[in-house]
């Protein structure tokens, strides 16, 4: 702390006067200061994190506002702010074991872990070789730490079912075959069965139109697209009925097994969490180096993922619907149906002796 | 004393109360004469009472300050308040002389709470039963002394000197708005600040002015961002 803030806070404490030229002077000392560089850049890795300690972490850094600071002691109690959260905000601070991310965590190990006890932040790796500890100390502090880590876990996923619960805007029961996708494969499978009756028609003059004994260019032609489009409809049905079924089988899927059945994701997170405690008690008993990833203990990435899917799908209106790829089906199936009638029409009319 | 004469720094006494009422100006000349032999094999011979005290004194007293302010008085018994060159006749005159030096401080004026001169000579005068406000005061500053030696030792000023006027480089400041006005000066701003938690004359006189709560958040303030700069240079 620079002794002129001293003396401008004292004045502003007592007179109540401000300098504004040194408040602004203040802040700018702060932003360019070591902690504030290192919060900065701590902050992408926290808005990154499941975890709830990092979510609580943001929002004391939001709350710093530094661009609202309008008193000198705002500005160094925002400072001092500042310089405790540029130390807990750093990754083994804040990171879950039980949320490690692969793309996110793979670097870390459990040794590197800090946590919190008797009022100091502490790596893992520290905490058990320190001498200031019995082990039965250690053992109720790990305990106590997975505790707190699966409540985490635990708050985080229930508070998310329940709230898709409570309010299901989006939640409709999605089926691959609907109504409009039934009719189309009706549709489809008319178009698909003449045209494999007129490829391989049995009736000579059916069979000589469609390959071009007559020479007439325009039929055949006419014929040949609608057949085309038909293939290339057959191609966009067959694509987009592959992709709908992957989306609505995940989305089913975790509908009906996260969303309507919470007990068994607390089993499961109940499994990971003993797993990671009786990794922690045996390297503490047996002094074992806790070299093992904090991968290796991640809770089912599947089920988180499944959840937040429901969430977006629930809240953000990011339904498995529409595509590019259903709009280019939905494209080819009117061309067909307007190319292959028109040259079905013609066919017939030529049949009867019209044309 | 009629048969010995006392050398000090060049000066002669021919009695102990003279002897002793000059002692403050000459301390580390005093206590080796204190201590030697010959002197005290004289003054046990001359003054049986004052060698018993001096001896005693000598096993009690840990430190050479305490020990020499107290001696003074078993050669001098009523003589004014002096220690190390300064002579007050009254309490007053301390407060007056310590805040006539602020911000700076005396060393020497800080003994008086340091080794609690100040209040065993009211109990040797009696002035403990006939100013027990002000003793009690002096009891409490003592106490806080070894929490905040300097805040202490600027409040013994305005105790003592009962006025509450800040004399700051030389200049007086009778209200608080007008001192601050002029450390907002350029070229008093630097010095002033890092002055404040140094020295705590200004936090000592806004106390002194009832402005404690103020000072209590600028302490809490300070100690906040202080105490968490400590913390990230440790990480």
């Known amino acids: ?355 | 004393m009629s048969q010995y004469v006392i050398e000090l720094e060049g000066k002669l006494f021919s009695s102990w109360k003279e002897f002793g009422e000059n002692i403050y100006l000459h301390e580390d000349a005093a206590e080796k004469l204190l201590t030697s032999p010959k002197f005290l094999r004289i003054l046990k011979d001359s003054e049986p009472e004052m060698f018993k005290k001096l001896v005693k004194l000598n096993h009690e007293s840990r430190e050479f300050q305490e020990f020499m302010f107290l001696a003074q008085y078993i050669f001098n018994p009523f003589m004014n308040i002096r220690h190390h060159g300064y002579s007050f006749n009254n309490l007053k005159e301390i407060g007056d002389k310590i805040l006539e030096f602020g911000p700076e401080i005396d060393v020497y004026l800080k003994d008086f709470l340091k080794y609690k001169l100040l209040t065993k000579y009211m109990e040797m005068m009696g002035w403990d039963l006939q100013k027990p406000i002000i003793y009690k005061k002096i009891k409490e500053l003592e106490h806080l002394f070894s929490i905040n030696e300097n805040k202490s030792y600027f409040l013994l000023g305005f105790v003592l000197s009962q006025c509450d006027i800040i004399r700051y480089w030389k200049r007086d400041y009778v209200n608080i708005e007008e001192f601050f006005i002029s450390m907002r000066e350029p070229f008093n701003i630097v010095s002033y600040s890092s002055l404040i938690d140094k020295s705590q004359y200004v936090l000592s006189w806004l106390t002194v002015k009832g402005q404690l709560d103020q000072v209590k958040k600028y302490e809490d303030i300070v100690n906040l961002v202080e105490k968490m700069e400590k913390s990230y240079d440790k990480r």
């Open chain 1, 1 to 355: 702390m620079r002794n002129i803030d001293k003396g401008y806070l004292l004045d502003e404490i007592v007179t109540g006067n401000t300098s504004q030229s040194a408040l602004n002077n203040l802040i700018q000392w702060i932003e360019a200061s070591d902690a504030y560089d290192e919060l900065v850049r701590n902050i992408e890795d926290v808005k990154a994190s499941t975890s709830l300690y990092a979510l609580i972490l943001y929002e004391k850094y939001y709350e710093l506002a530094i661009e609202e600071i309008s008193s000198i002691e705002e500005a160094l109690v925002a400072y001092a702010k500042i310089l405790y959260l540029a130390q807990v905000s750093r990754k083994e601070c804040f990171i879950n074991p039980l949320i490690a991310e692969k793309s996110i965590d793979y670097s870390f190990k459990m040794k590197d872990i800090a946590i919190f006890y008797d009022s100091h932040l502490i790596t893992l790796e520290d905490f058990q070789k320190s001498s200031d500890y019995t082990l039965k100390q250690k053992g109720e502090a790990i305990k106590e730490q997975i505790r707190s880590w699966e409540d985490d876990l635990t708050s985080k996923l229930y508070s998310v079912i329940d709230e898709i619960k409570e309010y299901p805007r989006n939640m409709h029961n999605l089926k691959i075959l609907n109504v409009r996708r039934s009719i189309e494969l009706i549709l489809l499978v008319i178009f698909d069965t003449l045209v494999i009756l007129a490829l391989f028609s049995p009736f000579q003059k059916v069979y000589e139109i469609i390959h071009n004994q007559y020479e007439l260019s325009f039929i055949f032609y006419l014929t040949a697209i609608a057949f085309t489009f038909i293939g290339i409809w057959n191609a966009f049905f067959i694509i987009e009925f592959t992709i709908k079924f992957k989306q609505y089988h995940k989305y089913n899927y975790a509908k009906n097994r996260v969303l309507g059945n919470k007990e068994v994701v607390a089993s499961e997170i109940t499994k990971a969490s003993e797993k990671l405690k009786s990794y922690l008690e045996t390297c503490l008993l047996k002094n074992r180096p806790l070299n093992a990833s904090v991968l290796d203990f991640a809770f089912d990435q599947n089920v988180i993922g499944y959840i937040q899917f429901l969430y977006y799908v629930n809240f953000r209106g990011k339904h498995p619907r529409k595509n590019k790829i259903f709009l280019m089906s939905k494209i080819f199936m009117a061309l067909s149906l307007v190319f292959g009638i028109t040259s079905f029409v013609f066919i017939i009319l030529h049949l009867v002796g019209r044309l």
